[in-house]
């Protein structure tokens, strides 16, 4: 066998050190940083990219793009057109590698994510945001604009906004707290929890829990197969709360200002006053055979109605003024107010 040559060993180190440079290169974390003027809406979309938006501090939208992928297999896309920018990933070949768009945004930009399994989070923003995912989580916080969030299978994380807003899950359970304005909370199946909103307030969930505190404003609550429980509920406008199968419970910050009902068809409808002073025209009915009628009061009125083949009981009583007009409805549960 030959002796190794001194300059052939020096060129097979060099070759070895460059293969293993490039490799390291290939498919280590990549950071690619831009900038770009003039520009009303960002459009994002990926396949399992996250987002993270946040308030920039100029005029400016900046872009901070970090991703682990081969350079050889996956192309980060930036297009103009006019003022609204587009944002894509694109992957060439099959591998694995993880990224991660941090957009910074002046006030008043558009911001739109669609996304397969990504995840988005948006802070301080002041503009519009319309993010979705199949099943990547969403969270939004401090942000004002009209704002529209959905998830499929993800997790949603709502807290401190204001505006127009929008929160939907299919199979999600729903964290939500401090929004004022607009709001629509719905989840086809998946729990509700909601504290401090004020507003014109829909909660909606036709498989699932529902627990809200301290909400304010016109109220209305929807669950078909699930309990409803609140509490520090203030009544400023025309409110309802309904259930088809479960239980609901209702426990006031104050007195009613304006008309409201709770009705299920399965279950218990409990109003509780808290200890608040009890004016307005009440009215309780049930099931003369299968529900129960409870209240502090003695009753003005007791009559008798056909209904879909059943008899109810309805009874009614005034105290003070005849508004606002409280309903407390249930088919064989209990309809029952409370004084506290």
Same mark, same amino acid.
């Given at each position: 066998?030959?002796?190794?040559?001194?300059?052939?060993?020096?060129?097979?180190?060099?070759?070895?050190?460059?293969?293993?440079?490039?490799?390291?290169?290939?498919?280590?974390?990549?950071?690619?940083?831009?900038?770009?003027?003039?520009?009303?809406?960002?459009?994002?979309?990926?396949?399992?990219?996250?987002?993270?938006?946040?308030?920039?501090?100029?005029?400016?939208?900046?872009?901070?793009?970090?991703?682990?992928?081969?350079?050889?297999?996956?192309?980060?896309?930036?297009?103009?057109?006019?003022?609204?920018?587009?944002?894509?990933?694109?992957?060439?070949?099959?591998?694995?590698?993880?990224?991660?768009?941090?957009?910074?945004?002046?006030?008043?930009?558009?911001?739109?994510?669609?996304?397969?399994?990504?995840?988005?989070?948006?802070?301080?923003?002041?503009?519009?945001?319309?993010?979705?995912?199949?099943?990547?989580?969403?969270?939004?916080?401090?942000?004002? %604009?009209? @704002? #529209?969030?959905?998830? +499929? =299978?993800?997790? $949603? &994380?709502? !807290?401190? /906004? *204001? %505006?127009? @807003? #929008?929160?939907?899950? +299919? =199979?999600?359970? $729903? &964290?939500? !707290?401090? /929004? *004022? %304005?607009? @709001?629509?909370?719905?989840?086809? =199946?998946?729990?509700?929890?909601?504290?401090? /909103?004020? %507003?014109?307030?829909?909660?909606?969930?036709? =498989?699932?829990?529902?627990?809200?505190?301290?909400?304010?404003?016109?109220?209305?609550?929807?669950?078909?197969?699930?309990?409803?429980?609140?509490?520090?509920?203030?009544?400023?406008?025309?409110?309802?709360?309904?259930?088809?199968?479960?239980?609901?419970?209702?426990?006031?910050?104050?007195?009613?200002?304006?008309?409201?009902?709770?009705?299920?068809?399965?279950?218990?409808?409990?109003?509780?006053?808290?200890?608040?002073?009890?004016?307005?025209?009440?009215?309780?009915?049930?099931?003369?055979?299968?529900?129960?009628?409870?209240?502090?009061?003695?009753?003005?009125?007791?009559?008798?109605?056909?209904?879909?083949?059943?008899?109810?009981?309805?009874?009614?009583?005034?105290?003070?003024?005849?508004?606002?007009?409280?309903?407390?409805?249930?088919?064989?549960?209990?309809?029952?107010?409370?004084?506290?």
């Amino acid at each position: 066998m030959k002796p190794v040559k001194l300059k052939t060993l020096v060129i097979c180190l060099v070759l070895m050190g460059s293969m293993f440079l490039a490799g390291v290169y290939a498919y280590g974390e990549h950071e690619i940083r831009k900038t770009f003027k003039n520009k009303k809406v960002v459009q994002l979309n990926t396949f399992s990219g996250d987002c993270i938006v946040k308030k920039a501090s100029g005029s400016e939208v900046e872009i901070l793009f970090i991703h682990s992928y081969s350079n050889t297999g996956f192309e980060p896309r930036f297009e103009e057109d006019g003022e609204k920018l587009i944002l894509k990933e694109k992957l060439h070949l099959s591998g694995s590698g993880d990224s991660t768009w941090n957009i910074s945004v002046p006030d008043k930009t558009t911001v739109l994510f669609q996304s397969i399994s990504g995840n988005f989070t948006a802070e301080g923003v002041r503009g519009d945001i319309n993010a979705s995912t199949v099943s990547g989580d969403l969270a939004a916080q401090d942000c004002k %604009g009209e @704002i #529209n969030l959905k998830s +499929v =299978s993800g997790e $949603l &994380d709502v !807290k401190n /906004l *204001s %505006g127009n @807003i #929008n929160v939907t899950g +299919v =199979s999600s359970s $729903l &964290d939500i !707290k401090d /929004l *004022s %304005g607009e @709001i629509r909370v719905i989840t086809a =199946s998946g729990d509700i929890k909601a504290e401090r /909103l004020d %507003g014109s307030v829909l909660v909606k969930c036709p =498989s699932g829990d529902i627990e809200i505190k301290d909400v304010r404003g016109s109220i209305d609550v929807k669950a078909a197969s699930g309990d409803i429980h609140a509490e520090g509920i203030i009544i400023k406008k025309e409110s309802s709360f309904k259930v088809a199968s479960g239980d609901i419970y209702v426990e006031l910050a104050k007195s009613a200002e304006e008309n409201l009902s709770l009705e299920c068809a399965s279950g218990d409808a409990i109003l509780n006053y808290n200890g608040n002073p009890i004016e307005g025209y009440f009215e309780f009915k049930a099931i003369a055979d299968r529900g129960d009628i409870v209240s502090p009061f003695p009753f003005d009125k007791e009559e008798e109605e056909e209904k879909w083949g059943k008899k109810y009981l309805i009874k009614s009583f005034k105290r003070g003024m005849d508004v606002p007009k409280i309903r407390i409805y249930t088919a064989s549960g209990k309809a029952e107010l409370r004084k506290k």
